[in-house]
């Protein structure tokens, strides 16, 4: 019998997907062009230094063992070029040293999967059930994610939740701050307790997550509790815009601790609540004129705001921020 005509049986437990191994080369080929381009694009920086005897200083000096990075798509096995410095020893602190971007020295995971794992281990599946979890995600190779691996990478994320909330905010200035109160189930005991969140807008327009706290519900001395807690860690310039939905705890806390802050009722929340009062036929077309009104690039006209029956039932189209 010759070897053309042996065909490998599927192993009980394996899944044999076509689509998913052509994926995966296809990643493995991506990444080793991406690696090999941020090598020749280091090179090229370097190349008019010579050595002493007038030889290129920065080459190329073979490849770092082969390793695998686990990806949402299973293992993709990668090999990192190394870089050498002919004019510098191994300890000389002047060493050229290559320091990669793409492949990080010890990177394992990628950042999808170091995403997934906090977000599977508050849905609730315990230390013991990852692998197995994770094995029907990103098939049966799924290395490095044992309970014991698991159990480390949880240490690391109390550590982070520890250190999050105590750093440095005076130098932090938002222009617009969003506040709102997101109820969980998962990993807490009292369902009725909910997260305070607040995300901040920066002057050049990045978004940042300030600050959040458990509380009992949104009430105003737990939305009090948080503000407070920002001022005593250094935000003491308050921001010039506060948008929130219709919950009166925030708005209460909030006019105590940035009296000056101009408030607004986020447009997502306003939107929802009057199109849930609307039949389910009328609300696409409701939808679309409220978003017509919040995104409007000017004010109404002068007529609309004539007389005060008109701005009753006129809306007010400012271009705002929204939730």
Not at 177 to 201: P, Q, T, Y
Not at 241 to 247: H, N, P, Q, V, Y
Not at 250 to 266: M, S, Y
Request: aromatic share 6%; charged share 30%.
């Amino acid at each position: 019998m010759s070897k053309d005509n042996i065909i490998k049986l599927i192993q009980p437990g394996n899944v044999a997907d076509q689509r998913t191994e052509i994926l995966r080369n296809g990643a493995r080929a991506l990444l080793a062009q991406a690696v090999e381009a941020e090598v020749a694009d280091f090179l090229g920086k370097h190349a008019d230094l010579k050595t002493a005897d007038g030889h290129q200083r920065v080459v190329r000096h073979g490849h770092l063992p082969e390793r695998e990075v686990m990806t949402g798509i299973g293992p993709v096995a990668v090999r990192q070029p190394r870089v050498r410095d002919r004019e510098a020893g191994a300890t000389d602190p002047d060493r050229i040293r290559f320091s990669p971007s793409i492949l990080p020295p010890y990177m394992r995971r990628s950042k999808s999967i170091e995403t997934l794992l906090p977000i599977l281990y508050l849905k609730g599946i315990s230390t013991g059930d990852f692998s197995e979890a994770l094995a029907a995600l990103l098939g049966k190779d799924a290395a490095g994610l044992s309970a014991s691996a698991i159990g480390r990478l949880k240490d690391g994320w109390l550590d982070e939740h520890t250190a999050w909330p105590r750093r440095d905010l005076s130098a932090k200035r938002y222009v617009y701050i969003w506040a709102d109160g997101i109820h969980l189930e998962a990993r807490l005991e009292d369902e009725k307790r909910c997260i305070l969140v607040l995300i901040g807008a920066t002057s050049e327009g990045r978004k940042e997550l300030v600050g959040f706290t458990d509380g009992a519900r949104e009430s105003a001395q737990d939305w009090r509790d948080l503000l407070l807690e920002l001022k005593r860690r250094g935000l003491d310039v308050p921001p010039r815009l506060a948008i929130a939905d219709g919950a009166l705890g925030f708005w209460k806390a909030a006019g105590e601790v940035w009296p000056k802050t101009r408030e607004q009722r986020c447009w997502v929340h306003k939107s929802a609540n009057v199109i849930a009062k609307l039949p389910k036929s009328q609300q696409p077309k409701a939808k679309r004129a409220l978003q017509e009104i919040w995104m409007a690039e000017t004010k109404p006209p002068p007529s609309w705001r004539s007389t005060p029956s008109s701005r009753a039932t006129r809306p007010n189209t400012r271009r705002l921020p929204t939730a």
